[in-house]
Nanobody, 125 residues
Framework: VQLQAYGGGLVQAGGFLRLSCAAS????????MAWFRQAPGKERDFVAA????????DYADSVKGRFTISRDNAKDTVYLQMNSLRPEDTAVYYC???????????????????WGQGTLVTVSS
């Protein structure tokens, strides 16, 4: 399984971006797909996750109400719509997929088996 993340870029504070993550190869319905982010010198943090089958979503408190995760079953693609961006949202964003993720572990990077290469989001003040 390969994950290709794209859509990052430079945006001013208050702006928006939409990230996409396309799965290819031996694709199957991962139980969960998620977005994480990592700022320079910091750990990789959970952003949002979506249950592929039910569509149920989870968000980090820092992005609730601003970010929306969604999926397109036909395209094997997950999206992250990011609105009202802030300078503290600046990071490399990674998508991840995990056939064995359960609800209690959605925020843990260790729970995910597959990772995309990351896409840089820079929010200027």
């Amino acid at each position: 399984v390969q994950l290709q993340a794209y859509g990052g870029g430079l945006v001013q504070a208050g702006g928006f971006l939409r990230l996409s993550c396309a799965a290819s190869g031996r694709t199957f319905r991962h139980r969960y797909m998620a977005w994480f982010r990592q700022a320079p010198g910091k750990e990789r943090d959970f952003v949002a996750a979506i249950n592929w089958g039910s569509g149920n979503t989870d968000y980090a408190d820092s992005v609730k109400g601003r970010f929306t995760i969604s999926r397109d079953n036909a395209k094997d693609t997950v999206y992250l719509q990011m609105n009202s961006l802030r300078p503290e949202d600046t990071a490399v964003y990674y998508c991840a997929a995990g056939p064995s993720v359960i609800r209690s572990t959605v925020a843990s990077p260790a729970a995910y088996a597959y990772w995309g290469q990351g896409t840089l989001v820079t929010v200027s003040s």
